[in-house]
């Protein structure tokens, strides 16, 4: 069993920051690459940023030079840095990590969401 617990949403003026948080815990062997996607109403999920085991990194040009994404691999931790926030940032997140189990199987796991609100 794995689990992706998220942390670290709420609600913030435009401009400013919050820094989201996203454990995975449980039959891990390792992690290859996480990511963040967000889901806005009435909209699809999009993907966010994702990183590597290695700690390249993908961004949608919408967050570049806003949103950072970093990740602790002895954590099993991945972490999204986002300043400079706007209303249309506003979104549940996702976080999503490709876990090779012990039995050498590998999965997509996704975290419950936590909502981001960007609103003066």
């Known amino acids: 069993q794995v689990q992706l617990v998220e942390s670290g949403g709420g609600l913030v003026q435009p401009g400013g920051s919050l820094r989201l948080s996203c454990a995975a815990s449980?039959?891990?062997?390792?992690?290859?690459?996480m990511g963040w996607y967000r889901q806005a109403p009435g909209k699809e999920r999009e993907l966010v940023a994702t990183?590597?085991?290695?700690?390249?990194?993908n961004y949608v040009d919408s967050v570049k030079g806003r949103f950072t994404i970093s990740r602790d691999n002895a954590k099993n931790t991945v972490y999204l840095q986002m300043n400079s926030l706007k209303p249309e940032d506003t979104a549940v997140y996702y976080c999503?990590?490709?876990?090779?189990?012990?039995?050498?199987?590998?999965?997509?796991?996704w975290g419950q969401g936590t909502q981001v609100t960007v609103s003066s």
């Open positions: 449980g039959n891990i062997f390792s992690i290859n690459a």
């Open positions: 990183i590597t085991t290695s700690g390249n990194t």
């Open positions: 999503n990590a490709e876990i090779l189990l012990s039995d050498a199987t590998l999965y997509p796991y």
